[in-house]
């Protein structure tokens, strides 16, 4: 078990959902650990889902519906770093499916509020290049996309 576990608040008993797709949608070392369920003394109605353990390659979460108290905001995300352009295109495809929004810079927010980043491999390589000129050019072309292409920030 780790030590410290990122806790995901949501609102309207979409936990369970959120967890679902984000095993779904992540795969490999990922899948739901175990669900529990609010009971009569809870403050929460008996029987529907409290909290949802889940992990994603490897690393647990905890979903929990505590209701519209605390929406998600974009202080938080989770970051992403993919072994390909073709991982980083359908993980951003599928989070930003069904109401999801696209934002700046491979930053995303999916149909849940979470705020996601998807990186392409060789992002941080083409950001620091040895090569001040060619950083910058990466850089400025990063600040103009949504879904990050390596492809351009290489070419850039």
């Known amino acids: 078990m780790q030590k410290v ?5 949501f609102d309207q008993n979409r936990a369970e959902e959120a967890a679902d797709h984000y095993v779904s949608v992540v795969g490999g070392d990922s ?3 175990d669900v ?20 994603l390659e490897g690393t647990e979460y905890i979903a929990f519906n505590g209701g519209p108290e605390f929406p998600f905001s974009e202080a938080v995300s989770l970051s992403v770093e993919c072994a390909s352009q073709e991982e980083a295109d359908r993980l951003w495809d599928e989070l930003t ?9 491979g930053w995303l927010k ?16 083409a950001l620091t290049d040895p090569d001040p000129e060619k950083a910058a ?20």
């Open 5 to 9: 576990t990122t806790f995901l608040w």
């Open 31 to 33: 899948r739901v650990l």
């Open 36 to 55: 529990t369920r609010w009971t009569p003394s809870s403050p929460g109605e008996p029987g529907t889902v409290m909290t949802v353990r889940f992990q």
């Open 97 to 105: 499916a069904d109401g999801g929004q696209e934002s700046q810079c």
């Open 110 to 125: 999916d149909r849940f509020g979470v705020s996601w980043q998807i990186i392409p491999p060789g992002l941080g390589e």
């Open 137 to 156: 050019r990466a850089m400025k072309a990063m600040l103009g996309m949504k879904r990050l292409d390596i492809e351009a920030l290489r070419n850039a």
